[in-house]
């Protein structure tokens, strides 16, 4: 098992296994929305990532109310008219959504991967994907919402 994975499992308990899906939903993104150079920049600091993405959103979690609930936003938001980053956002809280955590831990869950990227892959390297990915903001809480949970909230009002 790697570090960050183990690192992230440990901070939020939860199953390793729902942290490298989760974390491989997340890269699913970047890797569909960042340069392909920049991509290939973090798989060859962390070429782990590869392997998460391969896991991503196959985690066997039973069926639960923020299931559901995510489910439901991101086929909300896949509706969105052809905005490709919020299309991103949806395929990504789809996958979340697959991964067992509740909406809390969901919440904290991209702020504390990008904090083990910033101890792990090149500062440059990471703000570089920031700006190319904006989903990651958003759903880190450095955007204009606050974060995940607020992402939801505003689309739920």
Do not use: C, Y
Not at 40 to 54: D, N, S, Y
């Amino acid at each position: 098992m790697n570090a960050i994975i183990e690192q992230l499992a440990s901070q939020l308990d939860i199953q390793p296994q729902q942290a490298e899906s989760a974390a491989g939903s997340i890269f699913k993104l970047v890797r569909e929305q960042a340069p392909s150079g920049d991509f290939q920049q973090l798989l060859a600091a962390l070429p782990q990532v590869g392997e998460w993405i391969a896991r991503a959103g196959n985690v066997e979690a039973a069926p639960s109310a923020s299931g559901g609930l995510f489910g439901s936003v991101g086929g909300l938001l896949g509706g969105l008219a052809g905005d490709t980053a919020q299309g991103g956002i949806a395929g990504a809280l789809g996958e979340l959504a697959r991964t067992g955590l509740n909406a809390d831990t969901l919440g904290r869950f991209v702020p504390a991967l990008l904090e083990q990227l910033r101890q792990h892959i090149d500062p440059a390297l990471l703000e570089k994907l920031l700006q190319a990915v904006p989903a990651l903001s958003q759903l880190s809480g450095n955007g204009s919402a606050a974060g995940l949970g607020g992402l939801l909230g505003g689309l739920l009002k």
